[in-house]
Nanobody, 116 residues
Framework: QVQLVESGGGSAQPGGSLRLSCAASGSISSIKVMGWYRQAPGKERELVANIDNGGRTNYADSVKGRFTISRDNAKATVYLQMNSLKPEDTAVYYC??????????WGQGTQVTVSS
């Protein structure tokens, strides 16, 4: 089992920055892929970015060049640095982890609001 605790959400103005963190605990040695998804009101949950054990990353087209995902394996923590924020980035952001047995774990979600 893996437990996830997210932090770092909040409010920002357009063009601003926020950094999300997601710390994993439990069976962290089995973690393969860590990532972030988001869900805006009335919309489906969508991939923002993910990163595997080898550091390979994958980004949604809408955030490429603005968001950066990184991972500290020693701390079992994944980060999402969000720059040049836009109002359309407003959503609840969820941390997601997949382990070596293809089990999926979700964080509780953290609200990100971008408005002037």
């Amino acid at each position: 089992q893996v437990q996830l605790v997210e932090s770092g959400g909040g409010s920002a103005q357009p063009g601003g920055s926020l950094r999300l963190s997601c710390a994993a605990s439990g069976s962290i040695s089995s973690i393969k892929v860590m990532g972030w998804y988001r869900q805006a009101p009335g919309k489906e949950r969508e991939l923002v970015a993910n990163i595997d054990n080898g550091g390979r990353t994958n980004y949604a087209d809408s955030v490429k060049g603005r968001f950066t995902i990184s991972r500290d394996n020693a701390k079992a923590t994944v980060y999402l640095q969000m720059n040049s924020l836009k109002p359309e980035d407003t959503a609840v952001y969820y941390c997601k982890v997949k382990d070596a047995y293809y089990r999926i774990y979700w964080g509780q979600g953290t609200q990100v609001t971008v408005s002037s």
